[in-house]
Each structure stands twice: as structure tokens, then as C-alpha cells.
């Protein structure tokens, strides 16, 4: 049994204190839902390390990754604490750090849904990551990664892998069932920040039963978390 733990927290693109992160410590947030719940895995909305101001830099990302690592990566805890917005060469990532425990790897969006709203305010460019999702392992189990957009471009599926856990960060993003890549008994984990539309964007957890992505009750819930029990 895994328990899975996905956190109810608007956010977006927002500039300045339009932004719904503005004023809130993400860090604080997550560390909190780690001491409190005891999750296996603990997942946050795309955005949700962007509070409308300038992006982080470079050093300021690692030094984020590190910090949760740290103090909330212990004993194999695999996080990923939505998406974090940091600049580099040339300009802004929309990234999804990958934190096992205290081992850190990171994807980067591969498409835009939203990030370029944030790199023409600031004068920048989007770059964009090269890989169709991520695959990766997890206490032996097979995991996928997307980020919001790559998923209605059915970017993962064209790996033509299955997933025991196919992960997607979003802000404002449904889950398409022929593009997900949770095998027969797997799980598909949607941790969402737009709330705007309820019936498409609030979080989703759904299992793989009999090619049926059927939707999953929370053992445990409050506006701002939701606790699932996978039977893996």
C-alpha cells in the first residue's frame, strides 16, 4: 500500500499579488503536509513554486530542491513539488524537480500552456525541455511524468511504455484517457492548480481497471490536501 498524498492549492501565471501563491511559503507547505500526513509520495500543482514575481535563479532553484530534499526527503520519500519557474541561459524553464528521498532529477515542461504569459512580462524567452515526459523508478515501481500541456499532447504516450504511476502537474489540465500510460491496475495521479473549473481541473486519482480509468476516493481530505491509498 502507498500512500499518496496531492495538495489543493490555487495557482497560475499571475504577475505581483494577482498571483494566488503571493504571500504564501510553498516550503513551509509542503514540509507541514510531510510531518502531518507521512506520505509515500507527496505531489503539488504546476506553478505552484511561482508566486508572480521574478523567477528564480538558478542557484535559487537548487538551493529550493535541496532544502526540501532535506528536510522532507527522508526515508525514500519521493516529492515533487509541482513546478518551479527559474531562469537560464537565454531564459525561463518551467520545471517539475524529481526528489527521491535526498537524490534530486528534474523535468522540464516540453510545451508552453501558460509559461510564456510569465517570459513576455519579463522579457524573456521560454525554453522548452526536449523530452517527450519522463520515465522513472520508484521502489521498483515504473512512474511517469508530465507537466499540464505535454499531456494533452499526448507527449508521454509516444514512448509507448506503461506506467504502475503515470503523474501529471497541471494548472488547468483534464486527464485524456488515450493518452495516459497507467498499465492494468495502475494509477493515474492529476495534481492540479486551476480550480476554476471544477468538473475538468480539480485533482483526480484514478485507477486502470479493464483499459477504464475509474476514479479513486480520498481517505483522508481538507480544502487544501487530499490523501489516497494505492493498492500496488
Known amino acids: 500500500m502507498i500512500r499518496a498524498l496531492m495538495l489543493k492549492h490555487e495557482t497560475g501565471t499571475q504577475h505581483g499579488d494577482r498571483n494566488p501563491m503571493h504571500g504564501k511559503n510553498p516550503l513551509e507547505i509542503i514540509l507541514k503536509a510531510a510531518e502531518d500526513y507521512n506520505p509515500d509520495i507527496l505531489l503539488a500543482p504546476e506553478f505552484f513554486l511561482y508566486n508572480g514575481g521574478k523567477p528564480y535563479s538558478r542557484k535559487e532553484k537548487k538551493e529550493i530542491e535541496k532544502e526540501i530534499a532535506g528536510k522532507a526527503g527522508k526515508e525514500g520519500r519521493l516529492i515533487i513539488p509541482g513546478t518551479i519557474i527559474w531562469e537560464g541561459f537565454l531564459g525561463i524553464y518551467n520545471t517539475a524537480p524529481i526528489i527521491n528521498g535526498t537524490n534530486i532529477s528534474e523535468y ?112 483522508a481530505h481538507t480544502p487544501t490536501e487530499e490523501l489516497y491509498n494505492l493498492e500496488i
Not at 512580462?121 to 507537466?147: A, P
Not at 493515474?188 to 475509474?214: Q, W
Request: hydrophobic letters at 35%; proline letters at 2%.
Open 108 to 219: 522540464h515542461k516540453a510545451t508552453d500552456g501558460g509559461t510564456s504569459q510569465i517570459a513576455i512580462r519579463d522579457r524573456l524567452r521560454v525554453k522548452f525541455g526536449k523530452e517527450s515526459g519522463r520515465l522513472f523508478k520508484w521502489r521498483n515501481l515504473d512512474f511517469g511524468i508530465e507537466i499540464c500541456s505535454d499531456h494533452a499532447e499526448g507527449n508521454i504516450r509516444k514512448l509507448r511504455r506503461k506506467a504502475d504511476i503515470h503523474i501529471i502537474v497541471g494548472c488547468g489540465m483534464k486527464v485524456h484517457d488515450n493518452k495516459a500510460i497507467a498499465r492494468e491496475r495502475g494509477y493515474l495521479l492529476l495534481c492540479d492548480g486551476s480550480y476554476h473549473e471544477r468538473e475538468l481541473t480539480s485533482n483526480k486519482a484514478m485507477k486502470n481497471n479493464k483499459g477504464k480509468l475509474l476514479p479513486i476516493k480520498p481517505i
